[in-house]
């Protein structure tokens, strides 16, 4: 059976405008997250300066907690398999494009309020 990506929600950083909070759910994933391959085309750059996800976590299946951060995925990749739900930040969103997955290309959801559940998750700007 071939994996199946739902996206949630879309959701604003309040302490950066031009960033935004993804939430995903996969569906019975047979491998690690090619997390690259997240991303949306820009025809004004180069591929290698496409925007990628920073700050990875998969959550558990109700997504109230995080129970692996990007340095827990890289180090075990098995987390990635079976059904996973996962939030990334993702800066400079066009609107207009759409969403470059592993698993097929996706047309964003329009931006909601982070709900309640995930107001735990920080926004930390890359170095």
Known sequence: MKSKLDIIGLYPVLTNTNVHLIEINIRDSQSAIDWTKFTQSNLFQPVS?????WDEKILNQDGTEVIADSYEISRNPELCKG???IV????SINFLTLLITPYGNMKLP???EL??????IEYIEPD
Not at 88 to 91: C, G, I, M, V
Request: glycine residues 0%; hydrophobic residues 45%; positive net charge.
């Open 110 to 112: 329009k931006v909601t």
């Open 88 to 91: 990334f930040f993702l800066h």
């Open 83 to 85: 059904d996973v739900r």
């Open 115 to 120: 709900p309640e559940r995930l107001k735990f």
């Open 49 to 53: 300066n496409w925007q990628v996800p």
